[in-house]
């Protein structure tokens, strides 16, 4: 059902890794992968087999053996960290062969335990498409936790950051599981191609998160590694989807653990008032990366430094592309006017947020946000940051 996209098409029923796994619904999809509910025949319990597609493992094969080290390394650095209970664990991988054009390719799956509906659905059917307060700061102690973790101890750089890749761990798995099986998978709705087939679509329709539960209760991992770095050496290729990328990334230059707290900066913003924070857009003088620069500016206040506008002649990347030369050096080029835009007044056109609780939530939102990586809080310090604190 769908070849075309290089997933494996799984069926309900069918038996993976020499028999051992047994598919019973969707879970959700990716860009890389889908994911599946199955039962493990000689553990007897329910796992989630994320199956990669032909291209991502592809895409994966040199560094294959690189993404089983990172996970490798996220499961036995340091278990005591209190960071290690919100990172997904991984129990098992295998290789299943499918067909791609008549031949045959290699998909990698990734089994690991099943967790519930991700924060970034559990937003999108909030009222207002924002959380409480309350619960922002629940989701964000955890995965900073999480972050502390894989940043500090295991030395990797998760590189996608976002609310999708934040699920929630279910209270009781095994009626979250009996319940789930009660309700729609997500993949059932037919879409006919223009040769009129049936095509599978791959619209989730989320296990939900039981809102009757205390919204500061809510209990989070931290998932898909897939595109997870070594945070030395530092890389330059882009990562992460652009409203949540960091500006080091956007210049080609060399880029490590900060960039996710850039995302997570982003996230928090996103998650107390369901908008974008850069919602870059490109307009008749200028790209969206132009733009997103630009926004960065007007929110913080602050000017690049020079290593990032390749003033200083040594770490250059693309920042040609972007800044001036000459007399003009180190502004942008094809932006000029400014505004300025605190990003406490656009907190403010979204919610309603003031005094003591508005310069708290600024304070934090700015230790992330700060263009130049060095000198944003990491993670550990951001734990101990007035607004997270218990009242
Ligand atoms: P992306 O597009 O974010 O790169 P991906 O192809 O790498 O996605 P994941 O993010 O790992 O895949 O998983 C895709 C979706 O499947 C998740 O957003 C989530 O809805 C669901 N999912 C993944 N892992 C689990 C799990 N362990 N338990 C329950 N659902 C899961
Ligand atoms: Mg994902
Ligand atoms: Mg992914």
Redesign the pocket.
């Known amino acids: 059902a769908n070849e075309g996209y290089g997933y494996y098409a799984a069926r309900v029923g069918e038996h993976l890794g020499d028999g051992r796994y047994n598919i019973v619904r969707k879970?959700?999809?990716?860009?890389?992968?889908n994911?599946w509910l199955a039962r493990d025949l000689v553990e007897k319990r329910y796992v989630?087999l994320?199956i990669l597609s032909a291209h991502?493992t592809k895409t994966h094969h040199i560094s294959l053996e690189l993404e089983l080290k990172l996970l490798h390394r996220l499961k036995n650095t340091n278990p005591a960290h209190p960071g290690y209970k919100h990172i997904?664990s991984i129990l098992d991988h295998f290789s299943i062969t499918g067909k791609e054009a008549g031949e045959d390719v290699s998909h990698l799956c990734l089994v690991?335990?099943?967790?519930?509906e991700?924060v970034g659905?559990i937003r999108r059917r909030s009222e207002g498409l924002m959380l409480p307060q309350g619960m922002v700061k629940t989701i964000l102690r955890q995965v900073l936790q999480a972050l502390d973790y894989v940043h500090r101890e295991c030395r990797i750089v998760h590189t996608?950051i976002?609310p999708?890749?934040m699920?929630t761990i279910p209270q009781d798995l095994d009626s979250f599981v009996e319940h789930s099986l009660t309700t729609e998978p997500p993949s059932s709705r037919p879409v006919i191609d223009s040769l009129g087939r049936k095509i599978q679509q791959h619209t989730?329709q989320?296990?939900k998160y039981s809102p009757s539960s205390p919204s500061s209760s809510i209990q989070i991992k931290l998932?898909?590694f897939?595109?997870s770095c070594p945070s030395e050496p530092h890389s330059t290729h882009t990562v992460q989807p652009l409203e949540l990328r960091a500006p080091e990334v956007i210049l080609g230059l060399p880029w490590s653990t900060p960039v996710d707290i850039w995302s997570l900066g982003c996230c928090t913003f996103e998650l107390l008032t369901g908008a974008w924070l850069f919602n870059p857009q490109a307009e008749k003088g200028w790209t969206t990366e132009d733009d997103a620069l630009a926004k960065m500016i007007e929110y913080t206040g602050e000017s690049f430094p020079d290593e990032m506008t390749g003033e200083d002649g040594r770490s250059t990347g693309r920042t040609k592309q972007y800044f001036e030369r000459d007399i003009f050096l180190g502004r942008l080029r094809r932006i000029t006017e400014f505004d300025s835009l605190p990003v406490e007044e656009i907190l403010q056109k979204y919610i309603p947020i003031k005094g003591q609780e508005l310069y708290e939530c600024g304070s934090f939102l700015r230790e992330m946000l700060h263009l130049r990586p060095a000198d944003r809080s990491d993670a550990s310090t951001l734990l101990r940051h007035k607004w997270l604190e218990d009242y």
Do not use: F, M, T
Request: without cysteine; hydrophobic residues 35%.
């Open positions: 879970l959700g999809w990716g860009r890389d992968s994911v989630a994320k991502a997904l690991s335990e099943v967790l519930g991700g659905s996608d976002k999708d890749n699920l989730s989320p296990l998932i898909d897939g595109h």
